[in-house]
């Protein structure tokens, strides 16, 4: 499988995404700086990493995806290329109008940093397909900006069509995590090749993490491209 991780100015999760990605495949992916046009011919999947790209001005994600590689990570998505974001990879996404809906600052104003619960919605997806329908996981979390919102006709859409990835399992009319809409953690577009999701897979790969729940998201997509090669 050929990889590539973007990095942006405030990137710090790029690397422990390039870690989980080469422990998984046994092949180091390339990165990708923001400013570069052009991606690596023949990229079978794109991460999108968590950190605070251009500091979060303006919004969260909102000039990191006007970065010239967006355009190319844009076009790759439209051809069926899988493309992952974590965290501001998630926000970034959403502001490229690869996603629908939006993070805004979490409903506690207060910066989330934990492991948390998740609940498996949709285990047939092109990065699921590891885990079972209603499972529960858990991955950690560290964002301020990931309460994730969406008019009611969108959230419908998204339940309706099983685009609902990942939903936060304590979560609780007060929206214990961040107060995202109907517990939202995760969302795949309408073609399903690409997700995007607040928690952290990268973090959970091995036991010596405290858990490893991500690892089989990354097995996912590699045995999920496998088939479709």
């Keep these: 499988m050929k990889s590539a991780v973007i990095v942006f100015p405030g990137s710090n999760c790029d690397r422990d995404m390039a870690v989980a990605i080469g422990a998984v495949t046994g092949q180091a992916p390339a990165m990708v700086w923001h400013g570069d046009a052009d991606l690596p011919e023949r990229l079978d999947f794109i991460a999108v990493p968590g950190g605070f790209s251009y500091g979060d001005y303006l919004r969260s994600g909102a000039m990191a995806a006007r970065s010239p590689v967006m355009r190319s990570v844009v076009d790759a998505a439209a051809r069926g290329v899988a493309v992952l974001g974590v965290c501001n990879g998630f926000q970034i996404l959403t502001e490229a109008g690869l996603l629908p809906g939006a993070l805004m600052r979490n409903a506690g104003l207060n910066f989330v940093c934990r492991d948390v619960a998740l609940t498996v919605e949709n ?107």
């Design 123 to 229: 285990a047939r997806s092109l990065f699921t397909n590891r885990y079972d329908a209603g499972e529960r996981i858990s991955l950690p979390v560290a964002h301020h900006d990931g309460n994730y919102f969406a008019d009611d006709a969108t959230l419908d859409r998204l339940e309706g069509e099983g685009r609902v990835a990942l939903r936060y399992a304590d979560g609780d009319a007060n929206g214990a995590v961040n107060g995202s809409s109907r517990d939202i953690a995760g969302i795949l577009n309408d073609a399903g090749n690409v997700l995007g999701l607040m928690p952290h897979p990268e973090r959970a790969i091995e036991p010596a993490h405290g858990g490893s729940d991500g690892r089989r998201l990354f097995e996912g997509v590699m045995a999920g491209l496998s088939v479709g090669a």
